[in-house]
């Protein structure tokens, strides 16, 4: 396990033989050696399931637990349905981590001693072309973890005002050049592609700068799918669902969503922090797997 930094410093798991896209769990062992240190039967609630790298090791290691995989996207779900199609301990189910109140009584499962919420895109949604979350690869501005409903990212820069686009890059993306982006981005409307956004972006900052569009792509990310709000919410429902003792883990891969769980273990009654207090990839994960870089493990434990 990486050793704790300081607050300044700072994907499927392999070889399954399935024909499924690649996806590797981030900070896989670390998650597993915080689980499997207190747990040993009860349910196990995985809010953000993905392609189910996490949960497969999870219920390998903990064999007496129940398993509920959850999530928004119907590709992650279809794709978890036939991984653990023969695992009669692990229920799949479409929804947002919202929603795992309604879910657990509709199973009459009670309470959950342990939860895990992986916040993060997943491979396979970023590196599909027809899912816009990327800057790299030409696609339509969707953005949706659900695309069966809502607006799209592309929607949405073309509707919004100019003043309305600053604040959600700036808000959302921490971006301090957000206004003169939103006012390249409201001149050259209507914007159809990922690569079109892109191209006016680096045009407004007058560079090629990887850390602008992230930060932009990834504050429209945000508002499209409403996952302040929709955190906000997990946080607040979080104590009704879950046993006294229970065992929470989220990973964070930016500043404004590992806040709000910072506070939530820290200051929250209720809720006290693991030890360490987070938990960063390693260097040689990082250099497997350069999307683990801006990971933050944080865990706690239910009072």
């Keep these: 396990m990486c050793a704790e930094r300081s607050e300044e410093d700072t994907l499927k798991s392999p070889g399954n033989g399935t024909d499924m896209p690649s996806h590797v769990p981030v900070m896989a062992d670390e998650v597993v050696d915080f689980f499997t240190g207190g747990l040993n039967k009860g349910l196990l609630v995985d809010g953000t399931a993905g392609a189910g790298g996490h949960l497969e090791l999870l219920s390998r290691a903990l064999p007496g637990m129940s398993f509920l995989a959850v999530d928004r996207d119907p590709a992650a779900v279809e794709m978890l349905r036939r991984r653990f199609s023969d695992n009669p301990d692990v229920t799949v189910r479409h ?36 899912r816009g979350f990327s800057y790299r690869y030409e696609g339509p501005l969707d953005m949706r973890f659900d695309d069966s409903t809502g607006t799209t990212a592309g929607e949405l820069l073309n ?59 990834q504050a429209l990310r945000i508002a499209v799918n409403g996952e302040l709000d929709q955190l906000e919410m997990l946080i607040d429902d979080l104590e009704h669902w879950t046993e006294a003792d229970a065992r929470i883990a989220f990973i964070t891969f930016h500043s404004i969503e590992d806040r709000k769980i910072k506070l939530l273990f820290r200051d929250t009654p209720g809720y006290r922090q693991h030890s360490p207090r987070w938990v960063v990839p390693c260097e040689d994960e990082v250099r497997r797997n350069r999307r683990a870089r801006s990971a933050r493990l944080r865990m706690g434990i239910r009072v």
Excluded: M
């Excluded at 009459?108 to 916040?119: I, T, V």
């Design 159 to 217: 509707r919004i005002s100019e003043k309305e686009i600053a604040d959600l890059i700036y808000k959302y993306g921490e971006e301090g050049r957000s206004r003169r982006i939103a006012k390249a981005i409201v001149l050259n409307r209507p914007i159809i592609t990922t690569l079109e956004l892109a191209e006016i972006i680096s045009a407004s900052v007058r560079r090629n700068s990887f850390k602008i569009l992230s930060r932009v792509f």
């Design 95 to 130: 929804g947002s981590y919202t929603e795992i109140p309604e879910i657990i009584k509709e199973l009459d499962s009670g309470k959950a001693s342990a939860a895990l919420f992986d916040l993060g895109l997943s491979s396979i949604q970023l590196d599909d072309p027809l």
